[in-house]
């Protein structure tokens, strides 16, 4: 603080003027709460993606298991083995029709992206279940269409592309 002028304040604030052996030095005083702050935001950082990770689940199988596994499967950025995992583990605990219009649409996805055409019978497979259980599930309806498509066989293809224009027009 500057006895004349008030407290100190731009560019020279926290700057104290001392004399040591007839010399002056200027020195920053350091606000231990400026140092706080960081650190109490990298701590939060990292809570935050050890919850996301989850890096408490334990490593043996069962219920734990198979719940981290649909999450990291259903998380942004996931890749397609690790959101069909994630479906897979959804459907052990839950089965339902969109839980498997979805696992037949990344199914899907992995025939683009491996050229592997046993993923078709497996989509397949599932797209039927989710039919099974919802008749009028428009992902599962419109999944059959493109795999009909996929396959070459249009008149299939144009059938299910009509009748999911039905279901959600």
């Known amino acids: 603080m500057d006895a004349r002028r008030g407290p100190r304040r731009g560019p020279l604030r926290g700057l104290h003027a001392e004399e040591d052996r007839g010399e002056m030095a200027i020195t920053r005083r350091l606000n231990p709460l ?21 890096a408490g689940a334990p490593a043996s199988g069962g219920a734990a298991a198979d719940a981290a596994t649909a999450r990291a499967g259903l998380l942004p950025g996931a890749t397609t083995d690790q959101r069909i995992a994630g479906l897979q583990a959804q459907l052990r605990a839950a089965p339902d029709a969109e839980g498997y219009a979805g696992l037949g649409l990344e199914y899907l996805q992995k025939v683009r992206e491996s050229g592997d055409p046993s993923y078709y019978a497996r989509a397949e497979g599932v797209l039927r279940e989710a039919l099974r259980l ?30 999911a224009r039905r279901i959600n027009p």
Request: no cysteine.
């Open 34 to 54: 400026k140092l706080l702050a960081p650190l109490l935001a990298l701590g939060a950082t990292l809570l935050v993606l050890h919850a996301i990770n989850g």
């Open 134 to 163: 919802d008749p009028r599930d428009f992902t599962a309806t419109s999944g059959l269409g493109s795999l009909a498509l996929s396959r070459h066989d249009f008149a299939a293809g144009l059938a299910l592309g009509e009748r």
